[in-house]
């Protein structure tokens, strides 16, 4: 049995359209222990929705996972991140448009960048996308949780149109797709 003393959790933060959609998803997953909606990539300190939301900021809406690697691997939440938003649109997930939207992996290791971009490289070559993936993949930088409405936003507001109507299908998806990997 593996001791607190011994349990090493790991970061990731991704960006992949609205950050509503990623939180609701990996929230679900056993080993991700915490999900925070936030920005990041930008030039702006301290950015505000409405400051990420116009464009101007240049920061992208993402989600900071921290997991535990014993339970569910990296390349696990990679799987899960390319399953449930279009990583060929640029700056773009559906009706959202603009930069705050890019798809993204803000890696906190040498070899989460590694990963990713072999993750990748293995998605084109399988060609599962009519274009080829546009996934951004950097080193992290600052990150700023995002306001406390945002936090658990599904959860809180699922009956809100935007949730039932975009929302609630990635969610019905990751469920379908990795019902193995749900918390229990």
């Not at 991700?32 to 990420?52: I, M």
């Not at 920061?59 to 339970?71: G, S, W």
């Not at 799987?79 to 890019?102: A, E, K, S």
Request: glycine fraction near 6%.
């Amino acid at each position: 049995m593996q001791s607190d003393a011994d349990h090493k959790s790991e970061i990731v933060t991704l960006g992949g359209g609205c950050f509503w959609c990623l939180e609701a998803v990996f929230e679900e997953l056993a080993g991700v222990e915490r999900v925070e909606s936030g920005y990041t990539a930008g030039k702006a300190p301290n950015p505000t929705y409405e400051e990420v939301c116009s464009g101007t900021s240049g920061h992208a809406e993402v989600v900071q996972l921290t997991f535990d690697p014993a339970v569910i691997s990296y390349r696990d939440i990679l799987q899960v991140f390319f399953t449930i938003h279009d990583p060929t649109t640029l700056n773009r997930q559906g009706n959202d448009q603009g930069t705050q939207y890019r798809s993204a992996i803000y890696t906190h290791t040498p070899e989460q960048a590694a990963l990713a971009v072999e993750v990748i490289a293995e998605l084109n070559a399988a060609q599962l996308w009519d274009a080829p993936i546009v996934t951004e993949v950097a080193p992290a930088g600052e990150f700023f949780r995002a306001e406390d409405y945002h936090q658990e936003y599904y959860r809180n507001h699922t009956n809100q149109p935007y949730c039932q109507f975009v929302v609630a299908p990635k969610v019905a998806k990751a469920r379908a797709a990795f019902a193995a990997k749900l918390k229990k």
